[in-house]
């Protein structure tokens, strides 16, 4: 193990988590999870696939009857108890998911506790599963409903927030009473899996929280084809949603998909720029740029467009990208080489149709480091104007009404989060309404927390997360009619 991954041993676990058992892989092999700052080994975890998956589903279905049966508040109080250890070991967390993601040491301290608020308030929630009495069809019948858990849920999970994006949809599940399967990705594991540490800690119980590692292919197919498994949730691109989609339909499961974004960021002409300027750099520099509600699309009026670049070359300027565990870096290295050169080959893209570049700050020479960069002249046949570009990279666009600005910010198969800046009450309610998006942030570039639903339309995915409404995924409607009243 690398130097810096010299972290509390406890929650740096490197096997699969199954029916309250850490296990190896059957087969002995493992696989590799390096630091994309410096590409450093930071440990070999158990390479599973099938044998294990399928083990993992069978505690999770042998599981979920005494978990539903569990009452609300003493699921309720499990899932406190996970809260309050999560955050005594926030520390820890946010350096482990450093090491393996690349992040800003603050930032991953701010998605710990982020990660944690759906704990805590999924844990509040659980004991509010509220059933119907509903209008009776006749004198003699009296209808109602009632909620019960869908399940043993799959939960597949991105490496962008290896934490909250496991935590958003294991809370809902566990309060719902449902048991779980979860597959992070193979970038980013080791957050899961301390995770599932903390879930031993606290003593939920044996085959309640899975987690699985290793061959992905062999664990989703699993995961989709295994007629035990009620429900999948999703994170991750459109591309893999959809196949996960087909996977899961010969045994038509139940399916949350929160997939890609191609979020537009609207300046109107009355727009106060520096507030403009600050929801830009909060949602488009945000974990350098990979995630999927960050703009990808900013879209200024004309008139105050030079004002408006000049502010926001300024603040860009001004970030300084490195190592995440150093101190008073803004941003880190990308996930990957890879995602890097994605990323390069988005800007090589709209050079040649005619952007210009702007300098950027100065960015180490790391495989993994991508610059961030303004891009002006931008024009709608450029890949940053219809492809999720997941880096740090801002095109500026310009529109003449607020018509021309909401055909722009709808002409994507995309639907997930959008933006604009307006100080006109009328102009706000009546773009909030014409964007076809599941969420809109209003003068507003950070849109996410635990109370609001988080989803998207159209491509975007289906379901939503967070919120009350966060427990529907995880519940049937069961509906009971009496008769000879
Ligand atoms: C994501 O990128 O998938 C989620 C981002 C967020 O929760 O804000």
Redesign the pocket.
């Known amino acids: 193990m690398a130097d810096d991954a010299s972290t509390n041993p406890g929650l740096l676990r490197t096997q699969a988590y199954i029916n309250g058992n850490w296990v190896d892989a059957v087969s002995g092999e493992t696989f590799n999870v390096d630091n994309p700052a410096n590409g450093d080994l930071i440990a070999e975890l158990a390479y599973c696939g099938t044998d294990e998956t399928t083990a993992a589903i069978e505690a999770a279905e042998a599981a979920q009857p005494a978990w539903a049966a569990k009452t609300p508040k003493e699921r309720a109080k499990y899932l406190r108890d996970l809260f309050n250890i999560m955050m005594e070991n926030q520390q820890e967390l946010a350096r482990i998911l450093t090491l393996e993601q690349g992040k800003p040491l603050a930032e991953a301290m701010g998605e710990i506790a982020?990660g944690a608020n759906y704990i805590e308030w999924f844990s509040e929630e659980a004991k509010r599963i509220y059933g119907e009495v509903l209008t009776q069809p006749t004198g003699e019948k009296r209808v109602m409903t009632i909620r019960q858990p869908v399940g043993v849920a799959a939960l597949i999970t991105?490496w962008?927030?290896p934490n909250?994006?496991l935590t958003?949809k294991i809370a809902p599940a566990l309060a719902a009473g449902c048991t779980v399967v979860c597959k992070p990705a193979s970038e980013t594991p080791l957050s899961a899996l301390a995770i599932a540490e903390l879930c031993d800690r606290v003593g939920i119980p044996p085959g309640v929280v899975n987690i699985v590692v290793g061959n992905t292919r062999e664990i989703g197919a699993e995961l989709t084809s295994n007629p035990i498994v009620k429900k999948l949730s999703f994170?991750g691109s459109t591309g893999i949603g959809k196949m996960l989609t087909e996977q899961c339909a010969s045994t038509l499961k139940r399916l949350s998909m929160?997939l890609g974004?191609n979020a537009p960021f609207i300046i109107f002409e009355d727009a106060d720029l520096d507030l403009a300027v600050k929801g830009v750099m909060a949602s488009k520099f945000?974990?350098a740029g990979?995630?999927?509600?960050?703009t990808n699309r900013i879209m200024v009026h004309e008139s105050v467009k030079d004002a408006f670049v000049e502010k926001l070359l300024v603040a860009t300027n001004a970030l300084r990208v490195g190592n995440g565990l150093d101190d008073g870096v803004d941003l880190g290295p990308l996930v990957s080489a890879k995602a890097k050169k994605t990323v390069d080959e988005f800007v090589d893209d709209a050079v040649a149709k005619g952007a210009k570049v702007h300098e950027g700050p100065a960015t180490p020479n790391g495989a993994c480091y991508s610059k961030p960069l303004v891009l002006t002249e931008a024009t709608r046949d450029m890949r940053v104007f219809s492809e999720e570009i997941f880096g740090p990279v801002a095109p500026v666009f310009t529109f003449k009404t607020d018509e021309e600005a909401i055909q722009m910010a709808n002409d994507t198969e995309f639907g997930l989060a959008s933006y604009f800046y307006s100080k006109d009450v009328s102009r706000c309610w009546k773009v909030a309404e014409a964007l076809e998006y599941g969420m809109v942030g209003i003068n507003e570039g950070?849109?996410?927390n635990e109370m609001a639903p988080?989803g998207g339309v159209k491509e975007s995915g289906q379901g939503r997360e967070g919120s009350h409404h966060g427990l529907d995924d995880y519940l049937e409607i069961k509906s009971l009619t009496f008769g000879a009243i």
């Open positions: 982020y991105p962008n927030f909250a994006m958003r994170t929160e974004g945000r974990n990979q995630t999927c509600v960050c950070i849109i996410s988080f």
